[in-house]
């Protein structure tokens, strides 16, 4: 009988296995437990929007780590990270005083709880501790309630619950909740999505918030699959193909903004974080 990996110890949960669970569980089923990966042939602007955000995470963790930052060789087909990494540096000088964890990963393990985050960056600042998220996709138009949806996102509860259950690990020592806070940042246009404080209150509804939903994700019958419930998410998944023989375009000139902030960029063959 083949082994089902949900329940395997090595197997932990991100914030994107259980974003695409909640998209699709036949998606979460071939993407993760199949390990059925996507190679797609997208349009140019796609490719280089994908470049360019790729690149300024790269950038980015080596001038936190205080490297070169290697921007001539790295920049020449993409001038736009130019601008964004002299916003960067513009907005993050680096302090003598602070601690700097650019891409830094943490799994933890309570009962049924597994997780894993990848954070993009982590400040530590004497009894505080800041998580940074960069933001490169997607639209540049303000959105109402913004916020609020990036505080209901999986991210943010993953990404708060994760680092306060192993704060001990990051900075090496305890620090509150009240003292830990995420924000969400973009270099175009420039500035803060969202800034998110922590709580007591929140800790406790995350915990039991994450625990459902992996609980669901475990228990989940695959011979009852309904894909009827998941119907609306068809058309952005690169599985339309297998369960529709539809294929999905992905020519960012004939496609709408809609369509770009519903796609599974982390879906994509080698743009998840490892």
């Avoid at 039991?208 to 994700?217: S, V």
Wanted: charged share 30%; with cysteine.
């Amino acid at each position: 009988m083949e082994k089902d990996l949900r329940n395997e110890m090595y197997f932990f949960y991100t914030q994107y296995s259980m974003k695409t669970f909640e998209s699709c569980p036949l998606k979460f089923k071939k993407r993760y437990l199949e390990g059925i990966r996507w190679r797609f042939s997208p349009s140019e602007e796609i490719v280089n929007s994908m470049e360019a955000g790729r690149k300024f995470h790269v950038l980015a963790r080596r001038y936190f780590m205080g490297f070169d930052n290697g921007l001539k060789w790295s920049s020449v087909n993409y001038p736009e990270l130019v601008k964004w990494m002299g916003r960067l540096i513009q907005h993050f000088p680096l302090k003598k005083d602070e601690i700097y964890l650019p891409e830094y990963k943490i799994r933890m393990i309570s009962g049924e709880i597994k997780l894993e985050a990848n954070f993009d960056l982590l400040i530590i600042k004497n009894e505080k501790i800041e998580i940074w998220d960069w933001k490169t996709h997607g639209s540049n138009k303000k959105h109402t309630g913004l916020k609020n949806r990036l505080e209901k996102s999986l991210q943010t509860m993953v990404y708060l619950y994760v680092l306060k259950e192993r704060v001990r690990l990051a900075a090496g020592k305890n620090i509150p909740c009240d003292k830990i806070t995420m924000y969400y940042w973009k270099p175009e246009p420039v500035g803060i999505c969202a800034r998110i404080d922590y709580s007591d209150e929140k800790h406790k509804r995350f915990s039991n918030i994450l625990r459902e939903k992996i609980l669901d994700i475990k228990e989940f019958d695959y011979n009852h699959f309904n894909q009827e419930l998941y119907k609306n998410h068809c058309p952005f998944c690169e599985f339309n193909s297998f369960c529709n023989n539809r294929k999905v375009s992905y020519d960012k000139s004939n496609d709408t903004e809609d369509f770009l902030e519903n796609l599974d960029w982390y879906s994509i063959e080698g743009t998840e974080p490892e």
